[in-house]
DNA sequence: GCGACAG
DNA sequence: ATCTTGTCGC
């Protein structure tokens, strides 16, 4: 594997070369398929990130298994180049985990992407795993107001294109940002979106991540400050 | 040219 | 992402 790119002409190459190897499409989850959710937590001024996977059962939505992983921030934010901050830790995160998911669901967005390769696609491609991005806000595309039931959706669109879903997780509550990732349909990503989502607004798999790298990045920080003063 | 802009 | 108290509602 090539080196993890340094600059921002160096992301956007990388970018160019991994977006042909996209595959938009495939089928329904199975019920009996474990489902990943992936979060990264940041703490910019020890420069130290923290990532976490917890597999869930698609079916009963218990957790399988979880795994965490801390490393150094590599890369700043930058609209568009997410992956490239976000993707080390989940990366390590994801091969300490003992079973292979036969999805994971992202915080971010997947082929809606203004280069079309974002964090969720970029993450299938790397791993070969199904992949899918659930986003919180509508980055810079376009959507009509979906319906107010649970289960409504818009398409989302990037002019004339559509790269995704506004789906309505929850009935009354804002819509969720859905986009394929790398091995799976649109209308595949948001039934398994919705079936995680049935109490919250969110995902069952990114609340979960959510609270767990957050948690270990705390741990993480209170360990360095111990080791700092020699309480081992 | 100036802002907007996933997390 | 992160900084942050109380508060409205199921």
């Given at each position: 594997m090539p080196a993890w790119p340094a600059t921002e002409a160096d992301a956007l190459a990388e970018q160019d070369r991994l977006r042909a190897l996209v595959d938009p499409t495939g089928p329904a989850l199975s019920d009996d398929a474990l489902v990943a959710g992936v979060?990264?937590?940041?703490?910019?001024?020890?420069?130290?990130?923290?990532?976490?996977?917890?597999l869930l059962d698609f079916t009963t939505l218990e957790t399988v298994e979880e795994t965490t992983a801390a490393g150094t921030v590599r890369f700043p934010y930058l609209p568009g180049l997410l992956a490239f901050r976000e993707l080390p830790p989940v990366l390590?995160?994801?091969?300490?985990?003992?079973?292979?998911?036969?999805?994971?669901?992202?915080?971010?967005?997947?082929?809606a992407h203004p280069r079309r390769l974002?964090?969720?696609?970029?993450?299938?491609?790397?791993?070969g795993l199904r992949t899918a991005g659930v986003a919180k806000t509508p980055f810079s595309f376009t959507h009509d107001q979906p319906g107010p039931a649970r289960g409504d959706w818009s398409p989302l669109l990037d002019g004339t294109e559509i790269v995704g879903r506004a789906l309505r997780t929850r009935t009354g509550v804002k819509p969720v940002f859905v986009s394929v990732g790398h091995r799976i349909g649109l209308a595949e990503a948001c039934e398994a979106t919705l079936a995680l989502a049935s109490r919250y607004r969110l995902p069952e798999t990114t609340r979960r991540a959510d609270s767990r790298c957050r948690r270990a990045l705390a741990e993480a920080v209170l360990r360095g400050r111990g080791e700092s003063r020699g309480l081992a």
């Open positions: 979060d990264v937590a940041y703490d910019d001024e020890r420069d130290v990130v923290v990532a976490a996977a917890v390590d995160a994801l091969a300490a985990l003992r079973h292979r998911p036969d999805l994971v669901l992202c915080d971010g967005y997947g082929i974002g964090l969720a696609s970029h993450l299938g491609v790397l791993t």
